[in-house]
């Protein structure tokens, strides 16, 4: 589904966080959102997920601005998975959790029938998260507890995927293990990363945030230049392709520019 | 389910058991008797002392048990704390205020209120101050709610115990017994009130179970789980607070069954509150129905406060409980 933000200003505590903030996702697409911090990531996808109403611009998911829309009809077309789960729900057990993604499909007097029960199985196979069904979401591991969130977004049964920075504090391999995770839903997903390399391996379309302003968008390659890597992140950087067809950042030997080069990088 | 077949149960047993003890067989005639109007009466005293006395306060410990523990599974999701009790928005200062306003200023009555009026509408001025006191920009945070619940009640007990230093002994001896709760006073006008309440909040809260769950992610995660959680927190508030300030108003301050038994629950059956909600009310009014029977025999002819016993024996097991878990370790 195609998400549109559009013009988007949005003031908190008198601070503005965002003015005049747009993007573009196409259906299928994997856009990544990235910018220093405090440079208004986070309260964007809190526009996109319908908990901060701007005070101008519109975000439409579907063609439908997400306010004209219930908290409950929106629910069914974009998930979240976010940083403020914590310890997580003690006491609840991973299809539990997973199970919470059915929340939006059911009013007051719902209960549980097949479909949500098929919609959870799917979810934690396509998570790889079957053997942790029973366990305790608090008694898993960093990785586990973002595979089986990821789970409870997907029984959602979204068509947009909203991700805040979901790699960080996991091991390498999780962290990977997660980006393919993500490739293989193969819904328009838009996600918060700091890694710069992770989001260009995982992303087609990179938006830099700066400032609460959009300063550059497209295609990995095209955003991520020395300048914009100098001028938005303050570091001495170059984005290539290299030969096997992956994007990789090059950190200069003296990347915050002090005149000082380690003695490694020298010799 | 075991636990709605042992409630009545043990309710048949709490109320044989008594200064003078009556047989299952002669209760079971009795209760019979009255609810259906078969059968025969039997003796005038038995019947006295099994229908007047024992049944209305022992389906009075069920209710006000079943209420407390319910209102507090629901607070502590409410308010994101797992030391949430149904006192902790500040219902039980209001009605100890209420209630010792009108022993020590009226002699048990002000403009014809009783001391249960008073301590109910104590209950609800507390909990309005609270809510209007921890509401920001149109937000309810759980911690400004708490830090609000905590010093209106402060402000409430400064009045509180101001009132008891100019009481009399005995209106102090009858606000002490009030603080610490009893179902004593249990009579049968009162319960078609308090069974309305109970049962009809309990039900309406139950409906609210997978939005509760949703509440454990997180306000932000179940924001995006398609809860509206300013709204969902502020009907919740409102419904346990009418409950608390019910139970509160005809059984005083019972402390620890709100706290401890949704704990007790969600450690042996889980957090998903469509099981938690319904078990911690069976639970609760087992857990008071056998309280109260003690707080009338182990001391008998003499009562104790069922305030004292409910944490005396409680608190215990609970710890028991809690060092066999292991999954309290990991978080």
Known sequence: MKLTVDQLRITLDRRPVLHSASLEARPGDIVGLVGPNGSGKSTLLRAVYRSLRPEHGVVRVGGDDVWSLSPRAAARRTAAVLQDAGAGPAGLSVTEVVALGRTPHHGLLGRDGAADHAAVEEALDACGARPLAGRDFTSLSG?????????????????????????????????????????????????????????????????????????????????????????????????????DGVIRITYGADPLGLGVVPETAAG | MVLSALLPAVMMVAVGIGAVDVPPADVWRIVLHHVTGGGAPGDPALDQIVWNFRVPRVVLAALVGAGLAVSGVVLQAVVANPLADPYVIGVSSGASLGAVLVITLAGGALGGLGVSSAAFLGAIAAVVLVFLLGRRRGRLAPTRLVLSGVAVGYVFLAATSYLQLRATPTELRQVVFWLLGSVAGAQWEQLPVVTTVVVAVTALLSLFGRRLNALLAGDESATALGVDVNRLRAVLLLLAALLTGTVIAVAGGIGFVGLMIPHLVRLTSGADHRRLLPRAALVGAIYLVVVDLLSRTVNSPNELPIGILTALFGAPFFLWLLRRNNSLDAA
């Open chain 1, 143 to 243: 990785g586990e507890r973002q595979r089986v969130l990821l789970a409870r977004a997907l029984a959602q049964q979204p068509e947009l995927l909203v991700l805040d920075e979901i790699t960080n504090h996991l091991d390498i391999r999780a962290r990977f293990e997660l980006l393919a995770l993500i490739r293989s839903t193969g819904i328009t997903t838009l996600a918060v990363l700091h890694d710069l390399d992770l989001a260009a391996r995982l992303c087609d379309h990179l938006v830099v945030l700066h400032q609460g302003a959009v300063v550059a968008a497209g295609p990995v390659l095209d955003v991520l230049t020395p300048g914009l890597l100098r001028e938005v992140f303050g570091v001495a950087a170059t984005a290539d392709r290299h030969t």
